[in-house]
C-alpha cells in the first residue's frame, strides 16, 4: 500500500468520521468543530490529489476549500452558536444511538450502490467513492433526523462536502473554475443561512418543527 | 509448544501479575498528582493485595459454590491469556491456536463468573452490578467483534499472533486507515470492558452509581485479593494487546532471551504511557450517565463498521 | 433398510404398547423407545462412519409411490442428533410421569413423536418425506396441547403451534410438489438431477416458499409465534424434543433445499440470511428480557436458529468465490445445530425439573436452588455457559466456526456478500452479548442467591432419573467442547454430502486448526490451563487468611447496615433486564399501565399504587393480531351468507358448478 | 496488628453533627492527602480493615453500626473520631443518644476533638499504617 494511497483514504476517511461525529455528539459547539475538521480534510484530499497529478490548479482549489470550509464556514457557523455556546441537541428526532446504527447502514449501503463507480473510475482514487457517497447519506439523514436549524444547515453542508469529496475523487478536480463557482455558492448560501438562522434564533425558535405554528 | 515457549509464557504471566497493580497503582499516582495530591505509592495495589491475603473470608449466607469459585475463574482466565497472548513475544506457547476471538471469549468467562456471583449473593448491589456490567458488555460486543473483521480483514485471519506480527512486518498495515479506525473503536471497548471513565468511575463510594465495583462489594480476605489482581491483571492484557497492535514496537520475535528482555522493556514502556494518557484522560472526563452509554458504544460500533468498510474499499 | 424398518416397526409397537395398563406402562414404552433411539443412533452413526448412504424403496404400505428411504450422511447427523437428545429425554420422562404424561394418549403420541423425529431426514421422497413430517407435527401438538383442559395457555399454544405448523407444512408440500412434477417422480435424488433445468424464477419462487415453510418450523421470527407458547407450555421431554430435535428438521429442510435446487442466486441467500439476522436479534432480545424460564429458552431457540440460517446463508452467498469459507460456513452450521440440541435440551430438561419441584416457571418466584437441587443447578449452568458460546463448551467451538467463516469469506468478496458478512459479524456480536445477558439472568435469579417464594424455598431435588438425563446431555456439552475431534469427522461428512469440504479444517481431539487460512483454537488447552490457575490461586486462598481464628466466616448479606431478610430486596429478572429493556426501548415498545389510586378525604394521599408493566410479542401484537382482527370481521360478515335456507345452500352449490364449468371449458 | 502500609477504612456516621465528616473530607483532599499513606475510604465493609466512627451513637444507628461492624473481615478495627464518638460529647445524655461508639462496639483508637484537626487524624492512622 502506497503512502499517497494511505494517506488519501485516511482524508478521505476522516470526512466520513466527521459526518458521523454530526450525528454523534450532542453540542452544537462539537457539531461545528467536527463540520471545520471535515474541512481540512477534504482540503487535505484535494491537496494530495493536486500533488500526486502535478495540478497547481487543484492545489489553489484545495487552498480554497481550506479557506472557505474549514474557517470561513465553520466560523460564521460559531458565531451564530456563540451567543448560546451551551446549545445542544438534546432530543433528536431519532435518538444518537439508532442514528450511528442508521450511518452504520447508510455507509455499508453507500459502498454497495457505488460498485458502478468504483467500477468505472476505479485506482486508488476511485474506490475511495463510497466514502463520498456515504457522507452525502449521512449529511441527508442528519437534515431529517435533528431538530435544530443549526443541525440542519450542518447537515446540509456534509451533503456538499460529500459531493466535493466525490467529485475530487472521480476527476481528480472539476475543471477548477466549476470548483471555485460551487465552492463560493456555498459560502453565499452559508451567508444567508447564518442571517436566517440569526432571525429564528431571534425570534425565539430553534427547533424547527415549531415553525409549524407558523403554518396553522 | 516446546520448553522455550513455556518459558516464555511464564515470562508474560510473570509481567502480567506482577505489572498489573503496578499499573493500576501508577494510574491512580497519575491521577492524584494531577488532583494536586502526592496519592499512594505505585505500590499500594500491592500492598493492598499484601494485607487482604491475610485476612478472614466472608461468604453471605444465602451464596453457593458459585460465590467460592468466581475469583478464581477470574484470574484464572487472565492468567490462561497472559501465557497465550502476543504481549512480549510473538512466540508464546500454543501460538498457533493464540486466536483473537478465544481471548476475548475466556475473558468473557470471567466477567461471566464474576456476574453470577454478585448474583449469588443475594443482595440488591450485586444484583445491580450484574445487571449493569451484563448490559454495556452486551452492547460492547459489536463493536468488539467488527473491529476484530477489520484487524483480520489484510490476513483473513483472527490469529493474534499472525495479526501482530503482520503489523511489525509491513508498518504501512498500522498506518491504514481501516486499522486505526479498528483501534479507535477499540479503544471504547476498552474503557468499557475495564470499566474506566468515562463508562465507569472505579473510585467511587457510592453504591447506585457502580457498574463494576458493585459486583464485588461481598468479597473480603483473599478472595477481595484474588478479584483484585484479576481486574488489573485483564487491565493490564487489554491495554497491553492495544499497544501491539498499535505499534508492535520490539515486540520478540523469537524466544531469544536478549530479544525477551528488549521485548518485555518495550512492553513495559508503552503500556506505561498508555496507562499515563488513560488516567489523565480519566481526570478529565465526566462519568457518563447509564443510558446514554450506549450512544458511546454506538459510537465505537460505528467507527469498526467504518474500518471494515474501508478495508474492504482498499483492497 | 432393514434396520429403519425395524426404526419405524419397534416405534409403531411402542406407541400401541401405551394400551397396556397403567402400572407399567411408561417403563415399556420408555424401554421401546429406548431400543428405537439406540438402534436409529447406531444406525446413523453406521451411515457416517462409512459415509455410505442407507438406500431403499419399498412399492408397499404407501399406494402409488411407495416408499423410499435415503439416509445419507446429511441425514444420518441429524438422526443422530434426535437420538442422543431422545435418549435424554425418554429417561427425563420416565420420571416426569407424575405430570399426567403417563395417559395412553401421550404415550403413544410421545412414542410417535420421537420415532418420526429420527425418520424424517431418512426419507428419501416427496410422500414418504411429508407423511413423516405430518406424523411428527401431529404427534407434537398432541404432547403440546396435553394440559388443554386445565390451562387456557396450553389451549392457546396449542391453536397457534397447530395452525404455524400446518401453514408451513401446507407451504413445503407446495414446494416439493412443484419440483416433484417437473422431475415427474417424486424422490429427491431425481429432483435434485433435473431442477437445475427450472427456469431461475421458479426455482427462486420454490426456493423462497421452501425457506418460508421450513423457517417457520425452525421458529424463524416472523414465523416463530408458535415457538415461545409451544415451548413453554409443553411437557419437560416434550419441550427439550420440540427445541432440541424438531427445530432442527427445518434446518435440515433449508439445507435439503439447497441439494434439491442447487445454490441458486445470490439474493435468496440474502433473503435467508435476513430473516436469519432477524431471529437471532429478535430472539435474542426477547429472551434477555423475558422472565418465564421456558418462554426464556423458547425465544434463545429462535436465536441459535437465526444463527445457523446466518450460517446457511454465509455458504450460501461465499460459494460463489470462496469455496473453502463456503464449506467451512456449513460445517460451522452443522456443529452449532448439534450443539444446540444437546445445550438447548439440557436447558428444557432442566427447567422441567425445576417446574416439578417447584410448580414454578417465573424467575421471579424461583431462586437459590444451587443449595436445595445441586444437580439439576449444576446442570442448567453448563447449558446456560454453552448457549452464551462461553470455552470451552461446545457452543464456543461453533460459534468460533461461524465467525471464522465470515471472516475467510471476506477474501474476495464483492461489495454486496461484503457488507452482508459485516451485518451477520454485528447481528452474531450483539446476539452473543444479549445470550449472555440473558442466561446469566436465567442462572443468577433462577438458580442462585434466595429463595423467592415458598415452593422455591422448600425445593426438593427431583428423582434420579430426571438427574440423569439433562447430565447426559450437559456432558456431551462438555466433551465436544474440550474435545471438538470427536465430532467433526462426522459433521463435516454431513456437509460433504451437500458440498465437498475445502476448507482444510482439521480437527486434532482438543481443538480446530483451518491450515489454509492460518486459525486455530484448542478448547482443552484452553480449559487445562484455566483449570491449573485456578487451583494454584485456591492453593493461595487455602494458604491465605489470619493467623489466628476462622477463616471463612458466612454472614448475612450486607445490606447496607439493615438486616437483609427479605427475598425481594434482591434483583428480580425483570429489573435485571430493565437497562437493556429501556435500551431497546423502540424496538420492544413494552407496554406500562400505572395506576394510581388516592384515599377519599384527600388528592394528595395515595392509597395505592398498581404498576404493570407488559413485554408481549411485538411481532404478535402488531403483525398477526391485526391479520387475525380482520379475518375475525370478515367471518362475521360472512355469516350474513348462511342464513339458514336450504335452498340458499343449493344455490350456492349451483353458482359454483356452473363458474366451474365456464372456467373449466 | 502491621497493615503493611495498607488500611481500608469504612466510615459510618452514627449521628453525627457533621463537623467530622468535614475534616474526613479534606483528610482524603490535597492538603493532608491520606492516600499516601496508604489509607483508603471503601465501598463496603467486607473491604474494610478499620470501622471509622463518627457521632454519638443514635439509637436508630446502633443496629446499622454493630451490623457493620459484624460485617468486617477479622482482624479488625473500630477508630471512634471526634469527642461525641468518644462520649457523646455535648449530645451526653440526647434523648435520641444510646451511647459512645464503645458502648456499641469495641473500640481500638479514639482520636479526641471537636472535630479532631485532619493532622490529628492522618498522625492517628498513621499508627496503623506504619508510614
Not at chain 1, 457522507?135 to 439523514?141: A, D, M, N, Y
Not at chain 2, 453470577?116 to 452492547?139: E, H, K, N, Q, V
Not at chain 3, 445454490?263 to 432480545?285: D, Q
Not at chain 3, 427475598?567 to 433486564?577: E, I, L, N, P, V
Request: a positive charge; charged letters at 10%.
Amino acid at each position: 500500500m502506497s503512502a499517497f494511497a494511505n494517506s488519501l483514504a485516511s482524508a478521505a476517511v476522516v470526512v466520513t468520521v466527521g459526518a458521523v461525529v454530526v450525528l454523534w455528539r450532542h453540542r452544537l459547539r462539537s457539531i461545528v468543530a467536527a463540520l471545520s475538521v471535515q474541512g481540512v480534510a477534504l482540503a487535505a484530499t484535494a491537496a494530495l490529489l493536486g500533488i500526486h497529478e502535478h495540478d497547481r490548479g487543484l492545489l489553489a482549489v484545495a487552498g480554497l476549500v481550506l479557506l472557505v470550509k474549514a474557517a470561513v464556514v465553520p466560523g460564521l457557523l460559531a458565531r451564530v452558536v456563540a451567543a448560546n455556546p451551551g446549545a445542544r441537541e438534546s432530543d433528536p428526532l431519532v435518538n444518537v444511538p439508532a442514528s450511528l446504527v442508521v450511518a452504520g447502514l447508510l455507509t455499508l449501503g453507500a459502498f454497495v450502490a457505488a460498485r458502478p463507480i468504483v467500477a468505472l473510475v476505479g485506482g486508488p482514487t476511485g474506490r475511495l467513492v463510497p466514502l463520498g457517497l456515504a457522507t452525502v447519506l449521512i449529511g441527508f439523514f442528519a437534515m431529517v433526523a435533528r431538530r435544530r436549524a443549526m443541525s440542519q444547515v450542518v447537515g446540509l453542508l456534509l451533503v456538499d462536502n460529500g459531493i466535493a469529496l466525490v467529485a475530487f475523487l472521480v476527476t481528480s478536480g472539476v475543471p477548477v473554475i466549476v470548483e471555485f463557482g460551487s465552492t463560493l455558492d456555498v459560502l453565499f448560501g452559508v451567508v444567508v443561512l447564518r442571517v436566517l438562522l440569526a432571525r429564528l434564533s431571534a425570534a425565539g425558535f430553534s427547533d424547527l418543527d415549531q415553525l409549524r405554528s407558523l403554518h396553522d | 509448544m516446546n520448553l522455550a515457549s513455556l518459558l516464555v509464557g511464564a515470562v508474560q504471566l510473570a509481567l502480567v501479575v506482577l505489572g498489573g497493580p503496578l499499573l493500576l497503582g501508577l494510574m491512580r499516582v497519575v491521577r492524584s498528582r494531577l488532583e494536586g495530591r502526592v496519592g499512594p505509592p505505585v505500590s499500594q495495589p500491592w500492598r493492598d493485595i499484601a494485607k487482604l491475603a491475610r485476612k478472614q473470608r466472608t461468604r453471605p449466607s444465602e451464596s453457593s459454590w458459585i460465590f467460592a469459585v468466581a475469583p478464581l475463574v477470574l484470574v484464572a482466565t487472565a492468567a490462561t491469556v497472559a501465557v497465550l497472548a502476543p504481549l512480549v513475544t510473538l512466540a508464546p506457547p500454543l501460538a498457533s491456536s493464540t486466536d483473537f476471538i478465544a481471548v476475548i471469549f475466556v475473558l468473557l468467562v470471567g466477567s461471566v463468573a464474576l456476574a453470577l456471583a454478585a448474583l449469588d449473593t443475594a443482595t440488591a448491589f450485586g444484583g445491580m452490578g450484574a445487571s449493569r456490567a451484563l448490559t454495556i458488555g452486551a452492547l460492547v460486543e459489536p463493536a468488539l467483534l467488527v473491529a476484530v473483521l477489520a484487524l483480520s480483514m489484510p490476513l483473513h485471519s483472527t490469529n493474534l499472533i499472525a495479526i501482530v506480527a503482520n503489523g511489525s512486518r509491513h508498518a504501512s498495515t498500522l498506518l491504514g486507515p481501516s486499522h486505526l479506525l479498528a483501534l479507535c473503536s477499540f479503544i471504547v471497548v476498552i474503557l468499557a470492558e475495564s470499566g474506566r471513565l468515562p463508562v465507569d468511575n472505579p473510585s467511587t463510594h457510592l453504591e447506585l452509581t457502580m457498574i463494576y465495583e458493585a459486583l464485588i462489594l461481598e468479597y473480603s480476605g483473599p478472595d477481595l485479593a484474588a478479584v483484585t489482581l484479576g481486574e488489573s491483571m485483564r487491565l493490564a492484557i487489554w491495554l497491553g494487546l492495544f499497544v501491539n497492535l498499535v505499534a508492535p514496537v520490539g515486540i520478540a520475535a523469537t524466544a531469544h532471551p536478549l530479544a525477551l528482555v528488549v521485548g518485555l522493556v518495550a512492553l513495559t514502556l508503552k503500556v506505561v504511557v498508555v496507562g499515563i494518557v488513560v488516567a489523565i484522560f480519566e481526570v478529565t472526563t465526566a462519568k457518563l450517565r447509564l443510558f446514554r452509554l450506549p450512544e458511546l458504544l454506538a459510537g465505537g460500533f460505528i467507527l469498526a463498521v467504518l474500518g471494515v468498510v474501508t478495508g474492504a474499499v482498499m483492497r | 433398510m432393514i434396520v429403519l424398518a425395524l426404526v419405524a416397526g419397534l416405534g409403531v409397537l411402542a406407541t400401541l404398547t401405551a394400551l397396556v395398563p397403567r402400572a407399567v406402562r411408561v417403563k415399556l414404552v420408555a424401554g421401546l423407545l429406548g431400543l428405537v433411539e439406540i438402534v436409529g443412533g447406531a444406525t446413523a452413526i453406521r451411515v457416517l462412519a462409512t459415509n455410505h448412504a442407507i438406500v431403499g424403496h419399498t412399492s408397499s404400505l404407501v399406494p402409488f409411490t411407495g416408499v423410499r428411504i435415503d439416509l445419507t450422511p446429511l441425514g444420518a447427523l441429524f438422526t443422530l442428533t434426535t437420538a442422543v437428545v431422545a435418549i435424554a429425554a425418554t429417561i427425563h420422562w420416565v420420571g416426569y410421569r407424575r405430570h399426567a404424561m403417563s395417559s395412553v394418549s401421550l404415550s403413544s403420541a410421545f412414542a410417535l413423536f420421537v420415532t418420526s423425529l429420527l425418520l424424517v431426514p431418512a426419507a428419501g421422497d416427496i410422500v414418504t418425506f411429508l407423511v413423516l413430517w405430518e406424523v411428527m407435527a401431529l404427534s407434537s401438538l398432541v404432547l403440546v396441547a396435553h394440559d388443554h383442559a386445565k390451562r387456557d395457555e396450553t389451549r392457546q399454544a396449542a391453536w397457534w403451534y397447530g395452525a404455524m405448523t400446518q401453514g408451513g407444512a401446507a407451504l413445503i408440500t407446495l414446494g416439493l410438489v412443484v419440483l416433484g412434477g417437473h422431475a415427474a417422480n417424486p424422490s429427491f435424488s431425481a429432483i435434485a438431477a433435473s431442477a437445475s433445468h427450472l427456469p431461475a424464477a421458479t426455482r427462486g419462487a420454490v426456493f423462497l416458499v421452501l425457506l418460508v415453510g421450513f423457517g417457520s418450523k425452525a421458529g424463524l421470527v416472523p414465523a416463530h409465534v408458535w415457538l415461545p407458547r409451544a415451548h413453554a407450555e409443553a411437557p419437560a421431554p416434550a419441550s427439550a424434543l420440540l427445541s432440541g430435535a424438531m427445530v432442527n428438521l427445518g434446518i435440515y429442510g433449508i439445507v435439503l433445499a439447497r441439494t434439491l435446487l442447487g445454490v441458486g442466486a445470490t439474493w435468496w441467500w440474502l433473503v435467508a440470511g435476513f430473516f436469519g439476522v432477524i431471529s437471532a436479534l429478535y430472539g435474542s432480545l426477547y429472551a434477555a428480557t423475558s422472565t418465564d424460564l421456558k418462554r426464556l429458552l423458547a425465544y434463545s431457540t429462535s436465536d441459535n436458529m437465526g444463527l445457523v440460517v446466518i450460517g446457511l446463508s454465509a455458504s450460501g452467498l461465499f460459494a460463489a468465490h470462496n469455496a473453502a469459507a463456503s464449506s467451512l460456513a456449513l460445517i460451522a452450521t452443522l456443529v452449532l445445530v448439534t450443539a444446540h440440541a444437546l445445550y438447548k435440551s439440557t436447558l428444557f430438561l432442566g427447567a422441567g425439573s425445576v417446574q416439578y419441584a417447584t410448580d414454578e416457571r417465573d424467575l421471579d418466584r424461583l431462586g437459590g436452588l444451587a443449595r436445595t437441587m445441586p444437580v439439576t443447578t449444576a446442570v442448567i449452568v453448563v447449558g446456560a455457559l454453552a448457549v452464551a458460546a462461553l470455552p470451552p463448551l461446545n457452543g464456543f467451538g461453533a460459534e468460533w466456526l461461524v465467525v471464522q467463516s465470515l471472516v475467510h469469506g471476506l477474501s474476495g468478496a464483492d461489495p454486496v456478500t461484503t457488507v452482508a458478512t459485516a451485518v451477520f459479524v454485528a447481528a452474531l456480536a450483539l446476539t452473543g452479548g444479549l445470550t449472555i445477558v440473558a442466561f446469566v439472568k436465567a442462572v443468577g435469579v433462577g438458580f442462585l442467591g434466595r429463595a423467592r417464594s415458598e415452593s422455591a424455598e422448600h425445593a426438593r431435588e427431583v428423582p434420579v432419573s430426571m438427574r440423569i438425563a439433562p447430565a447426559i446431555t450437559a456432558a456431551a456439552c462438555v466433551a465436544l467442547g474440550v474435545a471438538p475431534g470427536l465430532a467433526i469427522t462426522a459433521i463435516s461428512r454431513a456437509s460433504d454430502a451437500v458440498a465437498p469440504n475445502r476448507s482444510g479444517l482439521t480437527a486434532t481431539l482438543s481443538g480446530f486448526h483451518l491450515q489454509a487460512l492460518r486459525s486455530a483454537v484448542d478448547p482443552l488447552a484452553l480449559a487445562l490451563g484455566a483449570v491449573a490457575a485456578a487451583l494454584v490461586v485456591a492453593g493461595l486462598r487455602r494458604a491465605g487468611g489470619p493467623r489466628t481464628g476462622a477463616k471463612l466466616r458466612v454472614f448475612e448479606p450486607w445490606g447496607s447496615g439493615r438486616a437483609v431478610t427479605s427475598a425481594r430486596m434482591q434483583y428480580t429478572a425483570t429489573s435485571f433486564a430493565e437497562p437493556l429493556q429501556r435500551v431497546f426501548d423502540d424496538v420492544l415498545a413494552p407496554q406500562h399501565d400505572l395506576d394510581v389510586s388516592h384515599v377519599l378525604e384527600s388528592r394528595y394521599y395515595v392509597e395505592r399504587v398498581a404498576y404493570a408493566s407488559a413485554n408481549d410479542d411485538i411481532v404478535e401484537r402488531r403483525l398477526y393480531r391485526p391479520v387475525l382482527a380482520l379475518a375475525a370481521v370478515l367471518g362475521v360478515r360472512a355469516r350474513g351468507l348462511a342464513n339458514g335456507s336450504v335452498h340458499r345452500y343449493l344455490a350456492y352449490g349451483f353458482v359454483v358448478l356452473v363458474i366451474a364449468l365456464v372456467v373449466v371449458s | 496488628m502491621n497493615l503493611r502500609h495498607s488500611l481500608q477504612l469504612r466510615h459510618v456516621d452514627a449521628g453525627s453533627c457533621n463537623g467530622c465528616e468535614i475534616e474526613i473530607g479534606s483528610v482524603f483532599g490535597p492538603v493532608y492527602d491520606a492516600e499516601r499513606i496508604g489509607a483508603r475510604l471503601v465501598a463496603s465493609p467486607r473491604h474494610a480493615d478499620a470501622l471509622l466512627v463518627t457521632g454519638p451513637v443514635t439509637h436508630n444507628m446502633a443496629s446499622p453500626l454493630e451490623r457493620t461492624y459484624l460485617a468486617m473481615p477479622e482482624p479488625r478495627l473500630v477508630i471512634a473520631l471526634g469527642d461525641c464518638a468518644r462520649d457523646c460529647g455535648v449530645f451526653s445524655g440526647g434523648y435520641a443518644v444510646a451511647g459512645a461508639v464503645a458502648d456499641v462496639v469495641p473500640v481500638d483508637l479514639e482520636i479526641p476533638g471537636c472535630p479532631p484537626h485532619p493532622d490529628e487524624i492522618v498522625s492517628a492512622l498513621r499508627r496503623f499504617t506504619n508510614r
